[in-house]
């Protein structure tokens, strides 16, 4: 399809709008996971609505240090991928278009929640985060906008601003998208060397092993449920030898720490193994919390959680997460 490009605001308003209006945000050098993020637009707009999507390297959420000059600018092969995706037109408005005057003197502030983890380790970036989202929201003015589940407190934080200030937008997280590998698709990967990124692997395996822990805990659990509560019970599977499988997984069960802390344990014996490779892994967090404001959560904790993590390999730094559900029999995502 022809993808229109558009670098002003009055273009993009000038466009005649018949159906909902969904927008996909980036800050381009676009791949598969944009992609998947522009058809999940797509299917939500429909063939009567219109999918946008922003291509903005965003200089407020970049801190002294970080990577604003080298981040990867690829307009034309960003305006092709999206034109193939169903976007309907690409805005990539200048700085001085966004920031008509300079950097804004009113920003939006994130939060308590925005100084955990991310907000810990990068300080102010997600006051630049919401800031530049919430001016791009007036901008596109969409009916619903898309955000990859790959940034998990950054999606948490742009629903928080959405809810306590009112925003008339629909917030849709779409799941995050890896390689074959499991290395979780991101725009910076094209950083890393090829030892670089054998390293890197040890983020998602250190995710998949807090994930396989919890499913196995899950299972040992629900096999330990079956144990037999009466004499004449326990006779009767005893017979069909029943009783000593589901003995066995009562002491399993029943021995092994299990939950939140079981979790936490299977991922960091992993990522300790990252430190010892060349390069070695160099770990900023590894954190279980709640989706609801980013703190860890306790042993007894029941519902979604958000499993993170978060490391540098050479000169890049990487992020990925998994979510995972706590106190439903055999609930592991």
Do not use: C
């Amino acid at each position: 399809m022809t993808t229109t490009l558009l670098s002003t605001a009055d273009e993009l308003h000038a466009r005649v709008r018949r159906g909902r209006r969904a927008v996909v945000m980036t800050m381009g050098a676009l791949h598969e996971g944009h992609a998947t993020l522009i058809r999940a637009a797509r299917a939500i707009a429909g063939p009567e609505g219109e999918v946008v999507v922003t291509v903005f390297v965003n200089p407020l959420q970049f801190g002294a240090g970080e990577d604003l000059d080298r981040y990867p600018r690829t307009l034309d092969a960003d305006l092709a991928l999206a034109g193939r995706a169903g976007a309907d037109a690409v805005f990539a408005p200048s700085v001085d278009e966004v920031y008509p005057g300079g950097a804004p003197q009113v920003r939006v502030t994130a939060g308590p929640m925005g100084e955990r983890l991310e907000g810990a380790v990068r300080p102010g970036h997600f006051d630049g985060m919401l800031t530049v989202v919430a001016k791009l929201l007036h901008l596109t003015r969409p009916d619903v906008a898309l955000y990859g589940q790959k940034d998990a407190q950054q999606l948490a934080l742009i629903r928080r601003m959405v809810r306590d200030l009112n925003f008339g937008v629909e917030i849709v997280g779409v799941p995050t998208v890896r390689e074959e590998d499991g290395l979780a698709l991101s725009s910076r990967n094209r950083y890393l060397s090829p030892e670089e990124r054998l390293t890197a692997l040890t983020l998602s395996r250190a995710l998949f092993a807090g994930r396989d822990r919890h499913a196995a805990q899950e299972a040992l659990r629900a096999r330990a449920r079956e144990v037999p509560s009466t004499q004449a019970r326990a006779e009767a599977l005893s017979a069909i030898g029943e009783s000593r499988a589901a003995a066995d997984a009562h002491a399993v069960a029943t021995a092994v720490p299990g939950g939140p802390a079981a979790v936490r344990a299977a991922a960091r014996q992993i990522l300790d193994e990252g430190v010892h490779f060349e390069p070695p892994l160099v770990l900023d967090y590894l954190a279980l919390v709640d989706p609801a404001d980013f703190t860890e959560i306790g042993d007894g904790f029941t519902g979604e959680a958000v499993l993170a993590v978060a490391a540098r390999v050479g000169s890049t730094r990487l992020i990925d997460n998994i979510p995972l559900t706590f106190g439903t029999p055999g609930a592991a995502s």
